[in-house]
């Protein structure tokens, strides 16, 4: 969903597993879907983590428990590894997060992610745990993240951290523009420098 991003102030849902691969954040079967619907994949995401063979809930499952919610997903290292199925981040969009924080991301994923409107968070791996840590001791607490001046912060903690983003990828979040939203945009600048040259 194109929303704009400015500064996103949410509780997290943690997911402390390292080397999520995408087959799990939504597997191969959901590839054949003919449909974009947000809503189908977000109910889709972590499918076989979220429940049983029968379509039961599992309660041990951290999509499950409601003692967790909000709009950032506290990811452990590596995640988004294996295919570069774009369908996972239309799960984790469709579901409703807007960021996800981890210490490593897969570029491909990664780069599937900010092409989907949902913003990837590198952070040392000390932030990393001290987040989680954070999450366990008050599920409550809040994470801010300020896109403009690339700032994460751990509100339990005061702790901040600044965090990378491609300057083009950050216009266009903020702006709520797709790469053809982006050239729409540039469209007279396109067409005035066609003529000149």
Same mark, same amino acid.
């Given at each position: 969903?194109?929303? #704009?991003?400015?500064?996103?102030?949410?509780?997290?849902?943690?997911?402390?597993?390292?080397?999520?691969?995408?087959?799990?954040?939504?597997? =191969?079967?959901?590839?054949?879907?003919? &449909?974009?619907? %947000?809503?189908?994949?977000?109910?889709?995401?972590?499918?076989?983590?979220?429940?049983?063979?029968?379509?039961?809930?599992?309660?041990?499952?951290?999509?499950?428990?409601?003692?967790?919610?909000? %709009?950032?997903?506290?990811?452990?290292?590596?995640?988004?590894?294996?295919?570069?199925?774009?369908?996972?981040?239309?799960?984790?969009?469709?579901?409703?997060?807007?960021?996800?924080?981890?210490?490593?991301?897969?570029?491909?994923?990664?780069?599937?992610?900010?092409?989907?409107?949902?913003?990837?968070?590198?952070?040392?791996?000390?932030?990393?745990?001290?987040?989680? =840590?954070?999450? #366990?001791?008050?599920?409550?607490?809040?994470?801010?993240?300020?896109?403009?001046?690339?700032?994460? &912060?751990?509100?339990?903690?005061?702790?901040? %951290?600044?965090?990378?983003?491609?300057?083009?990828?950050?216009?266009?979040?903020?702006?709520?523009?797709?790469?053809?939203?982006?050239?729409? %945009?540039?469209?007279?600048?396109?067409? =005035?420098?066609?003529?000149?040259?």
């Amino acid at each position: 969903m194109k929303q #704009k991003f400015d500064i996103i102030t949410s509780t997290c849902v943690p997911l402390p597993l390292e080397n999520v691969d995408t087959d799990q954040i939504i597997p =191969a079967r959901f590839l054949k879907a003919t &449909t974009r619907d %947000e809503k189908f994949f977000g109910d889709n995401l972590f499918r076989d983590w979220r429940y049983d063979e029968k379509g039961n809930p599992r309660p041990d499952f951290v999509l499950n428990d409601p003692t967790y919610s909000g %709009e950032i997903l506290v990811a452990g290292k590596n995640f988004g590894s294996g295919s570069s199925r774009e369908h996972a981040a239309w799960a984790i969009a469709g579901y409703g997060f807007r960021v996800v924080i981890s210490s490593f991301f897969a570029d491909i994923h990664k780069n599937n992610e900010l092409n989907n409107f949902v913003l990837p968070v590198v952070v040392s791996e000390e932030f990393l745990a001290e987040l989680f =840590a954070s999450i #366990k001791a008050d599920p409550k607490m809040q994470v801010k993240v300020d896109v403009p001046n690339q700032m994460v &912060t751990n509100l339990a903690t005061g702790r901040s %951290e600044r965090f990378e983003i491609n300057g083009y990828k950050k216009y266009c979040l903020m702006n709520a523009l797709d790469d053809i939203d982006f050239l729409l %945009e540039n469209k007279a600048k396109i067409e =005035a420098w066609e003529e000149s040259h």
